[in-house]
């Protein structure tokens, strides 16, 4: 964890800087293209220390721009950083690739003093374009992932204003703004800036961890929702599309709407509760929560909420911990505990009971089998003996009939 502390307090900042010392010396350079492409295109981002913003227009054509800047305490290390921080581009087919961040091959940026770059990257699309893209210490604007997109932001933030269907999402150590999507498939882990999910349609996979987070539930029409260690905001209009079933465990759900859940619980050792809303729907939203709040309100959290200690989950973490000691401490446990052990000896001393029995039936089996191999040996015994009788008395008169021939 101090790692990540470090990393946010060091990297994850707007003009992405590395500061060592003082300086005087500073270069830039612009590198831009534009390549031809076919309807539905591919965007393929491979991006470091780079802020990405894209535009969307009616040409066949991707357009990028990028204005590189660096500065140090030296002209040797200017020059040195210059050429290992650069962007490089390239087509295949319908395929355009960008990469751009410290590419230098073979180089490092060990420099001394005080070492500062900035690289802001400029895209215009075609409408329609789908995305592959992984953007690291760089926040991600787009207007539109088309279906099929998969984007992969870290200690960064994504906006989007529409995400298509089939596109996957994944942002860490960042934040996430969307304002509309469909059947989305996002996972959201260690948000340290504002998430915010609006205008979800149709089923609904989306993973929660470490994260303060609000998502809009009105049109979700089923699917999974997975929360772990987080604080979620359920936003509704009360007009819900779809059944809504949540399990919490270790946790809490608390409902600021007029619409009604029925409580069920399920497991007192694990703090684990089923929470229920029936609509005329045949699907559910179905919802594991583990060490986590969720909040079913009709507005959205103020923008404090996506600030607090609580923002990489340390403190939903601790509280959690703390909730699962006070409980194994408390008498309510205890009294639980006594009577799973008196459960336990009832069910030993029916266990010796049925074993004793057993034991019994089996010297009777026993028993019962040699009984049966006697008796089976003295009818041996008797078909012998009553074959040699047999013999005996045929011989005997075959013995009378030789005499009366004679």
């Known amino acids: 964890m101090k790692y990540i502390k470090f990393l946010f307090t060091v990297v994850l900042i707007t003009s992405f800087q590395v500061y060592v010392s003082a300086q005087d010396y500073k270069d830039s350079k612009v590198v831009e293209g534009t390549y031809n492409v076919g309807k539905g295109s591919t965007l393929k981002l491979q991006n470091q220390f780079t802020s990405v913003e894209v535009e969307e227009w009616d040409k066949?054509?991707?357009?990028?721009?990028?204005d590189i800047s660096v500065e140090t305490s030296s002209k040797e290390a200017t020059e040195h950083l210059m050429s290992v921080v650069d962007l490089k581009h390239s087509q295949k087919g319908d395929v355009v690739t960008i990469e751009s961040g410290i590419l230098g091959k073979g180089k490092s940026m060990n420099t001394k003093g005080k070492t500062t770059f900035n690289i802001k990257l400029k895209i215009y699309v075609p409408k329609g374009t789908v995305y592959d893209a992984s953007v690291k210490f760089g926040n991600f604007k787009v207007p539109t992932l088309a279906a099929g997109s998969k984007t992969d932001v870290q200690f960064g933030s994504l906006f989007v204003?529409?995400?298509?269907?089939n596109s996957k999402i994944s942002v860490k150590f960042g934040g996430l703004e969307i304002n509309r999507i469909e059947q989305p498939n996002?996972?959201?882990?260690?948000?340290s800036e504002k998430s915010i999910v609006k205008t979800i349609s149709g089923d609904a996979n989306i993973n929660i961890r470490y994260s303060n987070a609000a998502i809009d539930v009105n049109n979700i029409t089923g699917g999974n929702i997975s929360v772990a260690f987080s604080k979620v905001y359920f936003v509704t209009n009360n007009k819900l599309s779809s059944n809504v079933n949540i399990v919490s465990k270790f946790g809490s759900v608390n409902n600021n709407t007029s619409l009604k859940f029925e409580k069920t619980e399920?497991?007192?050792?694990?703090?684990?509760?089923?929470?229920?809303?029936?609509?005329?729907?045949?699907?559910?939203i179905k919802t594991k929560s583990e060490f986590s709040t969720i909040y079913i309100d009709n507005s959205y959290p103020v923008e404090s909420f996506f600030k607090g200690k609580n923002k990489k989950g340390e403190a939903s973490f601790s509280a959690a911990m703390t909730e699962v000691h006070q409980y194994f401490a408390s008498n309510e446990f205890k009294e639980e505990m006594n009577k799973i052990k008196v459960q336990a000896n009832e069910v030993l001393a029916d266990l010796k009971e049925a074993f004793a029995a057993s034991s019994v039936s089996i010297k009777e089996f026993k028993a019962t089998e040699e009984k049966t191999a006697e008796a089976k040996e003295k009818a041996a015994k008797a078909k012998i003996e009553a074959k040699i009788a047999a013999d005996a008395a045929k011989a005997k008169l075959d013995s009378l009939k030789m005499q009366e021939n004679y």
């Open 60 to 66: 066949n054509q991707i357009q990028f721009r990028a």
């Open 161 to 165: 204003n529409d995400v298509k269907s």
């Open 186 to 191: 996002v996972e959201l882990e260690f948000a």
């Open 266 to 284: 399920k497991d007192k050792y694990s703090q684990t509760a089923e929470f229920n809303h029936t609509t005329n729907s045949s699907k559910s």
